[in-house]
């Protein structure tokens, strides 16, 4: 796989705006659109979207990046999923085929009442457990997933600055080697042997 393009993540059931510092222009090509109601999903390649939204859309192309908002509601159907946007990468890859990284900032300006908010994650294409998963408690990001001498309740990866803001760096290495930033603060992780194997993509994942 080649370096990821610029991932601009989503949150959870909060709107948000992403923009890279280290790319002010908006780039999402390799990227796409996933708005998943109740029962369905309906992907859209980013590209293909207008500048301009509804009002009510969940989501808006801005000059800095794109904003997405979810419902903070469960869905009432059985096997039904929990409506949310998210950007989602286009394209399958597997950790072990070559290094990979990305790397976005993301705004809150709304927390839900409940449930952690997740920034972004390294998952499955199938919607499987994820590899990585960045989610907030409080102010601080918490990292879980399948990652080697981890408890089920992660590690603490970061805080959020004083504007609900966080600026994230994810690298991957073939060997399961993993290095994650944010805002700064540095860390040092290992996912397990199973996890280089597994197709995944880059994708937001609204839900509490």
Known sequence: MKTSPLFF??????????ASHAAPQFDPTGFEL????ALSISVKPITSLSTQSAPNASYRIVAE????????????????RQPRTELSESH????QDQPASFETTIRID?????????LTELTP?????????????GDRVVLTGQIENA????????????????????????DGRVAVSVNGTESQLHLTRQALATPVVFRTAPMP
């Open 34 to 37: 996933r708005e998943t109601k």
């Open 125 to 137: 294409e199938t919607d499987a457990a994820p590899l990585l998963r960045l989610t907030l408690d």
């Open 9 to 18: 993540a989503a949150c959870a059931l909060a709107p948000f705006m992403a």
């Open 92 to 95: 399958i890859w597997r950790v």
């Open 65 to 80: 990046g794109i904003t997405l908002s979810s419902e903070a509601r469960q869905p009432t159907a059985y096997h039904a």
């Open 151 to 174: 408890s089920k309740n992660g590690i603490a990866v970061g805080t959020l600055d004083k504007t609900h803001e966080a600026h994230i760096l994810v690298q991957t290495q073939p």
């Open 110 to 118: 709304r927390f839900p009442k409940s449930g952690q908010p997740v």
